[in-house]
């Protein structure tokens, strides 16, 4: 039923595009030709992406092969998922691997085996992405991705750095997200954490619990989970989901056993709540171009009509070309304002984002000098490193979920310039990840366990003895005692004691200044190549915001300067012939409001955003 109608809509939304096209066309304006181009690739577009994310180990890839009753991505009990993996509907199994250099904007496509898919993505193939970005296309023959649906299969979270901002950097790009959280336990702090970066990603985002054929009580896990998310004010909704009953329901043929597993009931979630949702978010960007496009045409058509109306010859011909031309220059000093506030905005993105980032990273420098004051580092350094590479990639991870959100708002602001009724023209923002920045970032540097031998302690005690001995004994002697006698030995031992638990405090805090200088080094590293990636990425964005307003200021100025020409070729016509074009110019004016009253009927009122926070 949803189905149908949205495919009416489109249908109904084509037919307007293609006369609307048809105008722009008979008026000369090929930039509105091209605009209604891309109007008819959006409507036709219906592939809607899904990225399965989640923490490692959590039951991803066997939800994907659920979802489409196949094993097409590999699933095992040590090895995970390295590179992310696109499932998409083929005519026939095919498999593709996708090498991208951002830089140079090229990309390199290798076809295997779908058999041998699990050398190429898993940890089997090694370490991968040192020269760009690596990811999995495969193709299947499922009914349940005929309609669009492409599954992403992502690496876990909190096994690498790198996979984390891979995820993230996922994220914006997709249609929605799925997060998975096993049954064995509730959300913890690091998933809650993650979740709360994928909301603010993406729009559309899916929590399940996986695996609850492992846990019989999984009921109260699902929820203790609610009450999580509730308390941390994230409304996304919540199911509940076994891949491996899923499959056994499918090799036995048990329908009762396959709605326990539920994995049916998040493919309709995804079908027809999800997809439905993203089809029409497109409908409302295809309706706010439409719309955008018959201002252009109706600005020139009303500037014309106007001085055809006004009497030949007469002072209302100059006062109508007057008001044209002021209201022409009005909008183009409005327009022209979006220069200087694009410029001014990404200066502003670019300081706040790199103060921010340094913040969060000094933060966590000196939370690890606080951890080193209160231990031994040389006996818990392995330790010590991985929640400092847990907590520099979060903290990363923070700042690159800011820099989305702030350069969102950004190109809202700029977007405002250019709004003759409220509606802005925004471009979708692709911000490069942080994984390559990440794994330049060089490891942690070793400090020593300061363990001594035997042979080292007794040297040191003995260091500190022989002056006990000998002081003592001295003093010993002028009373007729031998040099060395118990006294001065028992003296020696004393001093000898505190000698070693000096030089042990010693050695101890010269471990800990190490400590601090190897966790300093890190923390400058880490700023400086995360720093200069992000620098980079903001120059990115905007050069992406900074063409996408200027093509949309020619379209202004273009609309402009053709409502003052028609004007001045209005007011020099014959009255006979004033008369004949002004009936063509209300036929069409009409004609064009009645596309717009046609295009606004398919649209509803688009969710309100979100509110911009620091992550």
């Known amino acids: 039923m949803t189905s149908s109608l949205s495919t009416s809509t489109s249908v109904g939304l084509d037919e307007i595009v293609e006369r609307l096209r048809s105008v722009t066309v008979s008026h000369g304006r090929p930039e509105l030709t091209g605009r209604m181009d891309d109007v008819q690739a959006l409507l036709a577009d219906t592939s809607v992406q ?16 659920a979802l489409v009753d196949a094993p097409v991505c590999p699933v095992d009990d040590v090895v995970a998922t390295a590179v992310p993996t696109a499932v998409s509907w083929g005519d026939q199994p095919s498999a593709v691997l996708v090498t991208e250099f951002a830089q140079e904007e090229t990309s390199i496509r290798t076809s295997i085996d779908p058999r041998q898919l699990r050398r190429h993505v898993t940890e089997l193939a090694g370490e991968t992405g040192f020269a760009g970005s690596l990811h999995a296309e495969v193709r299947l023959p499922r009914a349940f991705l005929a309609d669009g649906l492409t599954l992403v299969d992502t690496p876990g979270v909190g096994r690498a750095q790198a996979q984390v901002s891979t995820n993230l950097t996922l994220l914006p790009h997709a249609d929605a997200a799925i997060m998975l959280s096993d049954a064995t336990q509730e959300l913890t702090q690091p998933e809650m954490g993650f979740l709360r970066q994928a909301v603010a990603l993406c729009p559309r985002v899916t929590c399940v619990v996986s695996k609850i054929d492992l ?8 929820e203790a989970n609610l009450e999580h998310l509730a308390a941390a004010d994230i409304d996304v909704p919540l199911l509940a989901t076994s891949a491996l009953l899923h499959d056994l329901a499918g090799r036995e043929h048990d329908d009762a056993l396959a709605d326990e597993a539920r994995v049916t009931a998040l493919g309709t979630h995804l079908r027809e709540v999800v997809r ?15 719309l955008a496009v018959c201002e252009h045409l109706m600005m020139v058509l009303q500037a014309e009509l106007r001085a055809l109306g006004a009497t030949s010859g007469g002072a209302e011909v100059v006062r109508e070309l007057e008001d044209v031309r002021d209201l022409a220059n009005q909008l183009t000093r409005r327009s022209a304002r979006w220069q200087q506030t694009l410029s001014d905005g990404a200066a502003e993105l670019v300081s706040d984002i790199e103060f921010d980032l340094r913040d969060r990273l000094r933060a966590v420098g000196r939370e690890a000098e606080k951890l080193i004051d209160d ?6 350094w392995d330790d010590i490193g991985s929640w400092l590479a847990e907590s520099v990639t979060q903290a990363v991870s923070d700042n690159f979920v800011w820099a989305h959100q702030r350069s969102e708002h950004l190109a809202e602001v700029v977007a405002r310039h250019f709004s003759l009724d409220g509606r802005a023209a925004v471009p979708e923002l692709a911000l490069d990840g942080t994984e390559q920045a990440l794994r330049a970032i060089g490891g942690l540097e070793v400090v020593r366990s300061g363990r001594l031998s035997l042979g080292q302690k007794v040297m040191v005690g003995m260091k500190g003895s022989y002056g006990g001995i000998l002081m003592f004994g001295l003093m010993t002697s002028l009373a007729g005692m031998a040099l060395v006698n118990p006294l001065s030995v028992a003296a020696g031992l004393v001093m000898g004691g505190f000698a070693y638990r000096q030089d042990a405090q010693q050695r101890l805090e010269q471990r800990r200044n190490e400590a601090k200088h190897a966790v300093r080094r ?23 915001l900074r063409d996408h307003f200027s093509a949309i200021a020619e379209d202004l100025k273009r609309s402009l300067a053709e409502s003052v020409r028609a004007a001045k070729d209005g007011t020099a016509l014959p009255t006979d012939e004033r008369s004949r074009r002004a009936i063509l110019l209300s036929r069409e004016l009409r004609e064009i409001r009645q596309l717009c009253e046609r295009a606004s009927a398919f649209t509803t009122t688009p969710p309100t955003g979100r509110e911009l926070t620091p992550a």
């Open 50 to 65: 899904v990225v399965v994310v989640g923490q490692f180990k959590q039951g991803k890839s066997a939800l994907v092969n």
């Open 215 to 222: 846990q019989h009580q999984w009921r109260a896990i699902v």
């Open 276 to 290: 439905e949702d993203v089809l029409a978010e497109r409908r409302r960007s295809a309706v706010d171009d439409i």
């Open 375 to 380: 231990c031994d580092p040389g006996e818990v």
């Open 522 to 544: 890190l923390i400058d590293e880490s700023i400086f190549q995360v720093g200069k990636e992000s620098r980079d990425r903001m120059g990115r964005v905007k050069r992406v």
